[in-house]
């Protein structure tokens, strides 16, 4: 009578709103063609059923074996990688989660939400489980929220966003990793028994030896155009972590989420944790399916300006490095006029004074112009543009400081610097504690300082050089495992900031190269910089890694100097396949290519609908080859652009003929030659010639040459 009574009490007072385990609820998230289920098992834990192509017939889902528990915690008799582990204030450290409800709602045409909420039968400790699927695109992004009721913090030493679970014979992971200049290398292992774990720990980013994102291929290794591959992403533009583990039946979980390396949250009660977001699609057609999800998505739901056009420009980084005064950047603004680009880019060297931008050593922090090299300021440059009919943009680094300037000797207090040990530099400089509110108005401030001097400015680039170095905050004090998280936080409320005062300043994301490429950060930029390495060969590598995520108006591409091996063409139609820019002296090139950098930008604006807005497929990977080819398709199929490169090719090596993807079988295209350096003339066969969309997607064209360096642009027009 008693255990009755006791249990009685229990389901009424421990447990409110947890259903009995009778009702077994089947949830089921889906888009037009995956299928992701949970059911709630008997024992009143969820389950994840299924993961994969999607299961029509609602009869067929009684037959599906109950898989692993769905987002499973530490402290219970699972001895595998929890998602989740939580001290409660009584020490014990164990969580048993019990379904309670769910909800699903439509947010707009296609988009849907579904909340599982999960709560632990002894401890006032809920979590959601959030989902959101994009039903056309593919895409399920989840996140997770946490909260608990106990009298004091709870200390939460695991947090995933997402948890998810394959079983099937094999599982080839492809990783993107490398360093500085040498981003988003492309490498695919098989998983066997145990964990893989992919992270990093800068800190102010995400990436720099390895991308936030990766491609999971189930049986078999991963293909451009066939095999499943569920393609996963986290937008967190810090620590992450992904955990591949292959447990003793040979199912794989996934867990992906914030890198909880020396960051132990302390949560208090009512607060709510909410982690990134996870994003993943699951493609039957291989990565360059898996690759258009995402394109699609991005453009429509994530990236700031998604669905607007992308502006051409001249950096004056590589043509001037710190050395300009104000004749210099103007004489390199009618250059931008002459190349016929949108914009005028003024990169670093223009500020502070008591110790100026001469070099990287010092006067990072110090947002005034430096007198001798801009005496009438940023709003000469800016009208001197505006005069000339192009726009204006300007770097920043906002959340950095050299220690040798004024800000560091105002306000060392704002600066993670542990206070008794040697500092240690990275690129001569360290990182504002985002932490500190007082830290955000200040970044806030760069940006809105110059928008209010100089409202004509009409495009940032914000640049991030170092990673977290010397890891104390002094705001944050007896909370240091707090730093890595508060921090990433108190970026994005600057950037929310930005966003919410400029909504349509477009803005270029930098970190010394590709360092901050997530797709988090992308909702308030509009583009990237993936690396500081622009020589073209390298850039074919890195602008094939990047494209699996990224669509091509997030990939700035610069025409440079780097590699003059390459000609100027081969440089540029590597450069045409992204956001096409320069970063270049006209002197540089002789009459024709200045002539020829002339037509390509305007083959680049009749070309945006297809590069920019447009479907990309993949048709020769670099990797393992001599030659590559891309193809962009508009979205109604009446035009395309290939580009075809040879890069170091054989003597006497066999060329076979590529065949081409996306375009209308049944239409007729004429296909020409386009970019070509004055004078010269196509060599390719059946040059303005009509195809049906069939021949050439069947039999395809002979693009490839055996001339080193050798690139060609092919526009494919409907008749
Ligand atoms: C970083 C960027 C470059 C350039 C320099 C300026 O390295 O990646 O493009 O802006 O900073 O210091």
Request: hydrophobic share 35%; aromatic share 12%.
């Amino acid at each position: 009578m008693k255990l009755r009574l006791t249990l009685l009490f229990c389901l009424l007072v421990c447990l409110p709103g947890i259903l009995i385990a009778a009702d077994t609820p089947t949830i089921k998230i889906e888009t037009e063609n995956i299928s992701l289920i949970y059911r709630v098992g008997d024992n009143g834990r969820l389950y994840q059923h299924y993961l994969g192509r999607k299961l029509t017939y609602e009869s067929d889902l009684n037959h599906l074996p109950q898989g692993t528990e769905a987002y499973l915690t530490h402290g219970m008799e699972d001895y595998f990688e929890p998602a989740i582990q939580i001290l409660h204030n009584d020490g014990n450290p164990s969580l048993l989660l019990k379904y309670v409800t769910h909800s699903s709602s439509s947010l707009e045409g296609g988009v849907n939400e579904t909340i599982i909420t999960l709560q632990d039968d002894k401890y006032p400790v809920t979590i959601k489980l959030h989902y959101i699927s994009y039903d056309k695109e593919d895409i399920i992004k989840t996140f997770t929220e946490i909260s608990h009721r106990e009298k004091k913090p709870v200390i939460l030493s695991r947090y995933a966003s997402s948890m998810l679970h394959l079983n099937r014979a094999k599982y080839f992971l492809t990783e993107f990793a490398g360093d500085w200049a040498h981003e988003a290398n492309i490498t695919e292992q098989e998983l066997d028994f145990g964990k893989k774990v992919v992270d990093t720990k800068l800190g102010a980013r995400a990436n720099m030896f390895v991308s936030p994102f990766f491609q999971l291929a189930v049986d078999r290794k991963a293909e451009e155009n066939s095999g499943e591959v569920l393609v996963g992403n986290i937008g967190w533009t810090g620590n992450f972590q992904f955990t591949f583990e292959v447990d003793n039946k040979n199912e794989l979980r996934i867990i992906s989420g914030i890198n909880p390396y020396a960051s132990e949250y302390q949560l208090p009660a009512n607060e709510t944790f909410r982690t990134p977001d996870f994003y993943f699609t699951y493609s039957f057609e291989g990565r360059g399916q898996a690759s258009r999800n995402f394109h699609d998505w991005a453009r429509r739901y994530q990236l700031k300006d998604g669905d607007k056009t992308r502006m051409t420009l001249l950096n004056n980084w590589e043509a001037t490095y710190f050395d300009f005064n104000e004749d210099k950047l103007i004489g390199l603004m009618d250059e931008a006029v002459k190349l016929g680009v949108d914009m005028f880019l003024l990169d670093d060297g223009w500020f502070a004074n008591k110790y100026p931008r001469s070099g990287d050593h010092q006067g990072l922090g110090d947002w005034d112009e430096t007198k001798d090299k801009l005496p009438n300021g940023v709003g000469r440059l800016v009208e001197e543009a505006k005069k000339k009919g192009i726009k204006f943009g300007i770097w920043i680094e906002p959340e950095m400081v050299n220690p040798k300037s004024e800000l560091y000797e105002k306000h060392k207090d704002w600066v993670i610097h542990l206070p008794n040990r040697d500092e240690y530099y990275f690129r001569n400089q360290m990182v504002l504690d985002l932490s500190n509110p007082a830290v955000q108005d200040h970044v806030f401030g760069v940006v809105d300082k110059l928008m209010t001097n100089y409202p004509d400015i009409a495009f940032f680039k914000w640049d991030c050089n170092s990673p977290i170095t010397n890891i104390y905050s002094p705001y944050l004090k007896n909370k240091q495992s707090h730093l890595y998280i508060k921090h990433v936080r108190g970026l994005y409320n600057v950037l929310e900031r930005v966003k919410a005062k400029y909504p349509n300043l477009p803005m270029m994301l930098c970190a010394g190269g590709g360092g901050r490429s997530d797709y988090e950060a992308l909702k308030y930029f509009t583009e990237f910089w993936p690396s500081d390495n622009t020589d073209p060969i390298e850039r074919l590598f890195i602008q094939w890694g990047f494209s699996q995520i990224f669509p091509s108006k997030t990939l700035c591409a610069h025409v440079t100097t780097w590699n003059r091996s390459a000609s100027i063409k081969f440089r540029t139609d590597v450069a045409m396949m992204g956001k096409l820019g320069f970063d270049i002296k006209l002197e540089d090139m002789n009459g024709d290519e200045q002539q020829f950098c002339r037509q390509a930008v305007g083959h680049y604006n009749q070309l945006k609908p297809a590069i920019l807005e447009g479907d990309l497929y993949r048709l020769v990977s670099p990797y393992g080859s001599n030659h590559t080819s891309s193809m962009f398709v508009d979205k109604d199929k009446k035009s395309a652009v290939v580009f075809a490169f040879d890069i170091y090719p054989r003597y006497g090596e066999k060329l076979l003929p590529v065949r081409l993807q996306g375009l209308d079988r049944y239409k007729k295209y004429r296909v020409k030659e386009i970019n070509m350096m004055p004078g010269s003339g196509s060599s390719l066969q059946g040059n303005d010639q009509l195809f049906s969309g069939e021949y050439l997607m069947t039999v395809g064209l002979n693009m490839f040459t055996t001339q080193r360096l050798h690139s060609r642009v092919i526009e494919i027009v409907a008749q």
